[in-house]
């Protein structure tokens, strides 16, 4: 018997660490599938399979994983205000100091970008208390464990 899905929506300042707790969830449980969106239309010309589409069934549309979305916080309360049930989940560091750690820590921004996403940060920090769960992401190994409830 297949059940339903459930919608989960992750945000996140820039450098919370949303990526690495995706790409971490997708290789340690098959439930979770990271949304590149699905259709039941046929490919148009030059349209790949799992490039911009899944090209589905409607029955397969409908079949039974959770989907995890990966979106800004403004798109994120869009969907929760469509989806009611929609789980949303907000990625945040254990301080301010260390989300400029890791943003500079990346090595790829300019000074100017970094306090850019710094001054955004504070922006998206008004908008925590909608989502339903915090993650801090201290320490990857005990995030795992806490998102899965072990």
Do not use: C, W
Not at 88 to 96: D, E, I, K, R
């Amino acid at each position: 018997m297949n059940k339903e899905g459930i919608l989960i929506v992750v945000s996140g300042f820039s450098g919370a660490g949303k990526g690495t707790i995706m790409k971490a969830l997708l290789e340690r449980y098959d439930n979770y599938a990271l949304s590149i969106s699905a259709t039941t239309r046929n490919p148009r010309p030059g349209e790949e399979e799992g490039k911009a589409y899944f090209f589905k069934t409607t029955e397969e549309f409908r079949a039974g994983k959770d989907v995890i979305l990966e979106i800004e916080i403004q798109g994120a309360l869009k969907v929760k205000e469509k989806f009611p049930n929609t789980l949303l989940l907000f990625v945040t560091p254990p301080s301010a100091e260390e989300l400029r750690k890791r943003l500079e820590g990346r090595g790829t921004e300019t000074q100017e970008v970094i306090d850019g996403r710094m001054k955004r940060a504070i922006e998206e920090a008004e908008y925590m208390d909608q989502y339903d769960y915090l993650v801090v992401n201290d320490e990857l190994e005990h995030m795992k464990r806490e998102l899965k409830g072990e």
